[in-house]
């Protein structure tokens, strides 16, 4: 699970990476640009994890964990190593767009000028034009090959691609399309930019995260006319923060009134984002939670521990977290008639502690 930090050259993507990740990235001058890609491994925060692990006492607690990928800044200044950026950026499986919000004498714009809606729109055209460029080189080849010979599956395919450039040329992103699953299929392979999931995020001072202004209001409109609920990050503040320890960061917190910090709000998001959830699994060995994708079915759920299970598999007894927590042990639950056995077709729920019948 994979997630891309984008955006222009001094937006403050590598200070947000260093956040999430607690890394010490270097980051970097515009005027020295360098190709390096930093990448890091997060747990995601998940309190019922610890919760069931005061509970359980376990030899080991395990979270789920996402890949943050620092990429190089996005500039047409850069035409040269602009194509090998915004490939690095479609290996992964869903992106963060970093605007830049607030103004630094230090810290240069590459515009000389703060504008978040520009930015944003230079940011969308960049994505466009290189999926467009894709798009129209499958076109042609399609279009030679079915002269030759006509395929049903060729002629599906360019009407696809078809409806694709035409929603491209209208400077609107792949994702606002509603396409089958088959489509869907069929374009996986292609890892068009504007058809992953994003996640806008504004990297603004502390006055303007306590307090909006014009920059925030405009930035915020940019997003909501693309159909974005952007996020509001004071990257500099929240460097500080996440390198406190966690009784540290915890009184920090309760000073300012704040119930969370940015860091554990975007990593947070970030989960949502690929459109994970996860189950748990518990005992005197190990507190889990597993990452799945949402809509997975018991059987496929068994798997993901270990194929065996899923080969051999009978039935999953569930808990659902909340009446774990209303009960207070597995034994309260199940006298409560809390506990269920569900089939290999049952559609695990985020927060169901799962044990899985089995026999091989």
């Not at 390096?36 to 376990?58: A, M, Q, Y």
């Not at 080991?60 to 190593?81: C, L, M, R, W, Y």
Request: hydrophobic share 40%.
């Amino acid at each position: 699970m994979k997630i891309g930090l984008a955006g222009l050259p001094m937006s403050g993507k590598t200070s947000i990476f260093n956040m999430a990740t607690r890394a010490k990235a270097q980051t970097r001058d515009y005027l020295a640009q360098s190709d390096e890609i930093n990448s890091g491994i997060i747990k995601v925060p998940d309190n019922r994890i610890d919760h069931l692990t005061t509970i359980f006492k376990p030899k080991k607690t395990t979270f789920a964990t996402v890949e943050f990928t620092d990429i190089p800044g996005i500039s047409n200044s850069e035409n040269k190593s602009a194509s090998k950026i915004l490939a690095n950026i479609r290996t992964c499986e869903a992106i963060m767009l970093v605007v830049r919000l607030f103004e630094s004498e230090e810290i240069p714009h590459i515009h000389n000028k703060i504008d978040p809606a520009a930015d944003l729109e230079e940011l969308c055209l960049e994505f466009i034009f290189s999926d467009l460029e894709m798009v129209t080189n499958r076109i042609e080849r399609l279009q030679k090959e079915i002269k030759v010979v006509k395929k049903p599956e060729a002629t599906k395919e360019l009407e696809l691609m078809e409806h694709l450039r035409k929603t491209l040329e209208d400077n609107k992103f792949i994702s606002t399309l509603e396409l089958t699953e088959e489509q869907e299929q069929s374009l996986r392979g292609y890892r068009l930019l504007t058809q992953k999931p994003l996640l806008l995020i504004g990297n603004c001072s502390d006055t303007q995260f306590a307090t909006a202004d014009a920059k925030v209001a405009a930035f915020t409109k940019a997003c909501e006319e693309r159909g974005w609920s952007p996020m509001l990050i004071s990257a500099a503040t929240e460097m500080e923060i996440s390198a406190l320890s966690p009784e540290e960061e915890a009184v920090f917190l309760e000073e300012f009134g704040m119930k969370e910090s940015g860091r554990n709000r975007l990593i947070s998001a970030a989960y949502r984002l690929l459109n994970y959830i996860s189950f748990l699994t518990v005992g005197e060995d190990e507190v889990r939670a597993w990452p799945l994708q949402r809509g997975t079915t018991a059987l496929k759920s068994a798997g993901k521990i270990h194929s065996d299970i899923e080969r051999g598999f009978i039935r999953a007894e569930v808990v659902a977290y909340d009446d774990f927590v209303s009960k207070g042990s597995m034994v309260a639950v199940k006298a409560a008639g809390l506990s269920r056995l569900e089939g290999k077709e049952y559609i695990v729920e985020d927060g169901d502690i799962i044990n899985f019948r089995f026999n091989v």
